[in-house]
């Protein structure tokens, strides 16, 4: 009957305590700071803007603090050839395991990518909204699983500042020289924009 008991009050203690103090605030499930969430949630707000330039910014975030950002649907912007499509993450720990949305957007990706079917890194950025982009790596190879019925067979591998591989938990540093070289063209891009 103790043991019924005990137990009783320990379920007690624990729903008043997950009332006082919720879950997100002692879990470490992003580090993205305060000051991020506020600069991509209120980045349109017309309060927030210092100028009347509708150009979006480029924020240099890593991948843990912008992988709650990522959970709907984005568009990528290839540097190289200035074409955009729109994904969805679709997996991925360390870094986002994405796949195009449909068949228009996979035919875009083919058109990126060219004959290659090798693992190349490219220079991307990706639109988390109409005002703020994120430089990224992505790799065009489809490979792996796929979860989207869009005739892709795989899913591709978009990387971010401080990004790691799922299986060896490195960061790999192919795809951050490509995430530095997508924050350099970053200006170049959106003056093409214009």
């Known amino acids: 009957m103790k043991k019924v008991f005990y137990g009783f009050l320990f379920f007690i203690f624990a729903a008043i305590f997950s009332a006082i103090m919720p879950y997100p605030i002692f879990s470490n499930h992003t580090n993205i700071t ?11 707000e017309t309060e927030m803007q210092v100028s009347n330039s509708t ?6 975030l890593s991948f843990d603090e912008i992988a709650l950002f990522l959970e ?5 912007c290839d540097l ?8 969805k993450r679709t ?3 360390h870094h986002a395991d994405i796949e195009p949305l449909n068949k228009t957007n996979i035919e875009i990706l083919k058109e990126i990518r060219g004959e290659s079917t090798t693992w190349d890194r490219r220079p991307v950025l990706v639109k988390l909204n109409e005002n703020v982009l994120v430089p990224a790596s992505l790799c065009t190879y489809p490979h792996g699983f796929e979860t989207l019925s869009n005739g892709l067979h795989g899913h591709l591998c978009l990387h971010f500042k401080n ?3 799922d299986g060896t938990k490195e960061v790999d540093s ?4 490509c995430v530095e070289k997508a924050a350099n063209q970053a200006k170049n891009f959106l003056e093409s924009l214009e």
């Open 163 to 165: 990004s790691k591989m």
């Open 80 to 87: 190289q050839t200035g074409l955009s499509f729109f994904a």
């Open 174 to 177: 192919a795809h951050q020289r």
């Open 34 to 44: 305060e000051k991020n969430v506020y600069e991509i949630n209120n980045f349109c």
């Open 91 to 93: 997996g991925g720990k």
């Open 55 to 60: 150009q979006p910014a480029v924020l240099d």
């Open 72 to 76: 709907g649907e984005f568009e990528i």
